[in-house]
């Protein structure tokens, strides 16, 4: 039984406002990212973006309309992977943006990825997802645990936009249990063997590298697994067919087969053992990506919503005087900001050298859900237009369901969310 | 080359925010409102630049009169290529009041204090539509002018300049020093890509006021009345031309 005191510290740990430093970082190995700005107000995030930010953040949104929006519908029809897009955005700096320029990369922080990555997949869901694995799935790892050998090898060449990498954890076995790795590695004289079959990898087929998860001491359970940079094509790794998606259909989806892949030995990322380690810091921040991809998922699905419903003519008015779907369009944009404000947070405390995976997985779960309520409900304002290609509504509902499951599972959210409250609130 | 280029470019309204008229019906709403640089600044700093990459122009200077918001358009042309930017601070209150003329004259000084032989604005802004400041910048400083420019060449020492005139297009040879104003097929501007905003922000951005170039703000007139363009009247289907031209002699159109 905890005395009143020790509740009250408790309590005054909690709700005691974080210290805010203007300047300076800790070293920490998940800071490999200078400030951009050289002090970030969060409570001015709350309530305007910083100049650069908002300079970023109008050049995402120039782009994503030219150049994305108007192509969104064929790349989701034809299923093509927007090449061309994708170099531009390389151009732009979007596919290495926290990569520090020594690298390559542009040297932004995790806001403005946060924000690029709402206005990109505004425009089109695909090149959102591409552009998120190829800087957090890919470079994350690399960032965080890469020689500076191995990131001159495999991040410089990746932050053109020519070139695009993957990341290779989950298996036709496991998804959320991702401890129980059945692909193996095997060290053998100068390379290490890899044999296994990874699923449901993103970029599957466009990438050029994948950074791939394997288990290289089985005793040793999840602190068994390694982290390997793999490059394609190679041999012994062959791709499975195409995935046939529901949604986000310009971004290929396949499963990486490896029959005795050999690769150097100098591909090992960090060290032995280390690799689920890296998994969890790296899906820590990509679900910052994931979040904000969710976001933009959500926003274009109202913007189409409040636009049609303010020209829709029923009872001799437009549908948006009508008060039911007043309703829906303010819960749609509450659940936006909200997500939106979550999902900010996240990435500040991320770019302070703070603990931020509760809020992250917080936003991830919240984004998610929101773009699925806010595809649904388009849908619904729309009504039988909705349920037509000739309106974007029905492509949005689609391309939102996915940011549910991949990059930690809402249910998986929920769980790390719960883990930290029970590690802050000491109850248990 | 050491020919150096000054580039106005106007904080305006963006052009996509539906307009409202203010309540004392002398302005339009402008609190809380997306602004954003002139189109047609663009394109003058589009342009500029270009000229930069060219080597036909050594540096690129950016300016624009305003609030200190007006700093965000600077940062903007910076972030575009320009080398270095002048703020002139005018207070909102005054901003609103701020004429051609008055703009015109500063230009002209800051051309003369910077010794450009180059000063490139945008045809017109989109807020007051005035077509005025490239014409009266090379009025005041005795300047040629090339307006409504969609192409411009160097050659030797002066600028043959391709100009959209109602009839179509003519060419004219403009020496230097000159004015040119920025039309829509001039170019296409570039994204600000994140390196080079990353980059605008070690770029200098001098401050000053109208009074330190003696120049006048006073307001030569006054806005008497802004008010909305009449609603939109449903039109009639005819069938055919004879109907057409019956319908348009009784409204009395021709």
């Given at each position: 039984?905890?005395?009143?005191?020790?509740?009250?510290?408790?309590?005054?740990?909690?709700?005691?406002?974080?210290?805010?430093?203007?300047?300076?970082?800790?070293?920490?190995?998940?800071?490999?990212?200078?400030?951009?700005?050289?002090?970030?107000?969060?409570?001015?995030?709350?309530?305007?973006?910083?100049?650069?930010?908002?300079?970023?953040?109008?050049?995402?949104?120039?782009?994503?309309?030219?150049?994305?929006?108007?192509?969104?519908?064929?790349?989701?029809?034809?299923?093509?992977?927007?090449?061309?897009?994708?170099?531009?955005?390389?151009?732009?700096?979007?596919?290495?943006?926290?990569?520090?320029?020594?690298?390559?990369?542009?040297?932004?922080?995790?806001?403005?990825?946060?924000?690029?990555?709402?206005?990109?997949?505004?425009?089109?869901a695909t090149a959102g997802v591409i552009m998120s694995v190829n800087n957090s799935l890919y470079m994350g790892p690399l960032l965080g645990f890469g020689s500076d050998k191995q990131k001159e090898e495999w991040i410089t060449p990746f932050t053109t936009g020519e070139r695009v990498g993957c990341f290779a954890l989950s298996e036709p076995g496991n998804g959320s249990d991702a401890g129980a790795a059945s692909t193996v590695g095997k060290e053998d004289g100068d390379s290490f063997i890899l044999n296994g079959t990874k699923a449901w990898i993103t970029n599957g087929y466009e990438s050029e590298a994948a950074i791939v998860f394997a288990t290289t001491d089985k005793a040793k359970k999840h602190k068994g697994i390694s982290a390997f940079i793999v490059p394609k094509p190679t041999k012994g790794l062959s791709l499975g067919k195409k995935e046939d998606k529901l949604g986000i259909r310009g971004s290929s989806t396949c499963n990486l087969i490896f029959e005795d892949c050999e690769i150097p030995l100098a591909n090992l990322l960090g060290s032995h053992g280390m690799g689920f380690k890296i998994a969890m810091m790296t899906l820590d921040s990509g679900r910052i990506g994931i979040a904000s991809q969710a976001i933009g998922i959500a926003q274009a699905a109202f913007d189409c919503a409040i636009d049609y419903a303010g020209k829709r003519m029923a009872f001799n008015a437009p549908i948006l005087k009508l008060q039911l779907i007043q309703q829906k369009i303010a819960d749609m944009a509450l659940r936006i900001e909200s997500s939106r404000l979550l999902t900010y947070k996240a990435a500040v405390l991320k770019d302070e050298g703070k603990a931020y995976s509760k809020y992250a997985a917080m936003a991830k779960l919240a984004a998610s859900e929101t773009a699925t309520f806010c595809g649904h409900q388009a849908i619904q304002i729309l009504g039988g237009m909705g349920y037509v290609s000739d309106m974007p509504a029905e492509r949005h509902y689609r391309d939102a369901r996915i940011t549910e499951i991949y990059e930690g599972t809402s249910e998986i959210q929920r769980l790390v969310i719960a883990a930290n409250l029970i590690k802050e609130y000491q109850v248990l | 080359m050491s020919l150096k280029v000054l580039v106005g470019c106007k904080r305006v309204i963006d052009y996509a925010v539906k307009i409202r008229v203010r309540p004392d019906k002398l302005g339009v709403v402008t609190d809380g409102i997306k602004h954003s640089m002139n189109p047609f600044d663009e394109i003058a700093i589009e342009e500029a630049v270009r000229l930069k990459e060219k080597n036909i122009v050594k540096e690129v200077i950016a300016v624009s009169c305003g609030p200190t918001q007006a700093q965000e358009t600077i940062r903007t042309a910076l972030a575009m290529g320009a080398d270095r930017g002048i703020h002139v601070e005018v207070p909102a209150k005054e901003m609103e009041k701020l004429e051609p003329l008055h703009v015109s004259k500063i230009l002209a000084k800051l051309a003369e204090k910077e010794q450009a032989e180059l000063v490139i604005v945008g045809k017109q802004a989109i807020d007051d539509d005035t077509n005025a400041t490239a014409q009266m910048t090379a009025g005041i400083l005795n300047w040629p002018q090339a307006t409504f420019a969609s192409k411009i060449e160097k050659k030797d020492d002066f600028l043959e300049v391709i100009r959209e005139i109602d009839g179509g297009l003519e060419t004219i040879k403009v020496k230097l020093p000159a004015v040119v104003s920025a039309d829509l097929r001039l170019n296409e501007p570039r994204y600000a890509t994140l390196p080079n905003i990353m980059k605008a922000k070690k770029k200098k951005i001098e401050k000053m006021k109208p009074a330190d170039l003696g120049v006048d703000t006073t307001p030569h007139f006054e806005v008497i009345e802004v008010t909305d363009p009449p609603a939109r009247e449903a039109g009639i289907k005819v069938e055919d031309v004879d109907t057409l031209l019956l319908k348009l002699k009784e409204v009395g159109r021709i």
């Open positions: 039984m905890a005395s009143i005191s020790q509740l009250m510290n408790t309590f005054s740990r909690i709700s005691r406002p974080s210290v805010y430093r203007h300047k300076g970082w800790i070293s920490h190995p998940q800071n490999f990212i200078k400030p951009c700005v050289s002090s970030v107000h969060y409570s001015s995030v709350l309530a305007e973006l910083p100049e650069t930010h908002e300079m970023l953040r109008k050049t995402c949104r120039d782009f994503a309309e030219a150049e994305l929006q108007p192509m969104a519908g064929k790349f989701d029809k034809e299923g093509v992977f927007p090449k061309q897009q994708v170099k531009t955005m390389g151009e732009l700096g979007l596919m290495a943006l926290v990569v520090p320029e020594e690298y390559g990369g542009t040297g932004m922080d995790y806001l403005a990825y946060a924000i690029a990555m709402e206005e990109i997949s505004r425009g089109c | -």
